[in-house]
């Protein structure tokens, strides 16, 4: 079931509710934590586990079943859409909402695109180098 148990503590005022339930859903869909024609809490359990108005769930739900992320059964519950493409989609779309937000802060900053490759390239093979360090350690 969708892994809630944190969530209390991590709804952040500046950001509308069902916003975020949506955006925790979708994280939790492409970290695997969830996965197709699993069945999802009900609107009622949700809102008195996150403690937040039901009409907030509702509202994310309806969202959610628009995107076609989840659907409703009848007398059943909710479940997640059993589409192979979908945690694709979402993933490109975090990918690309992430990378524009980096991009507009470094730019912002003053850093120019070969500034912000070349940053890139040296974090990306500093990660690398670490990877195979903690892989080394822990054979």
Do not use: C
């Not at 809630?4 to 069902?18: G, K, S």
């Not at 916003?19 to 609107?43: N, T």
């Not at 479940?79 to 912002?108: C, G, P, Q």
């Amino acid at each position: 079931m969708l892994p809630i148990e944190h969530w209390q503590a991590d709804l952040d005022q500046r950001y509308p509710i069902y916003q975020q339930i949506i955006s925790h859903f979708s994280r939790s869909l492409v970290r695997g934590e969830i996965h197709p024609g699993e069945r999802i809490p009900s609107i009622r359990d949700l809102a008195m586990l996150l403690k937040v108005n039901a009409n907030t769930i509702q509202r994310a739900y309806q969202e959610m079943e628009r995107e076609q992320l989840i659907y409703s059964q009848r007398g059943t519950g909710y479940f997640v859409m059993n589409n192979e493409h979908i945690v694709e989609d979402i993933k490109l779309r975090m990918v690309r909402e992430t990378t524009s937000r980096f991009l507009k802060e470094m730019r912002a900053l003053g850093f120019a695109d070969e500034q912000i490759i070349i940053e890139l390239d040296r974090q990306l093979v500093e990660g690398a180098a670490n990877n195979d360090v903690a892989d080394n350690q822990g054979a």
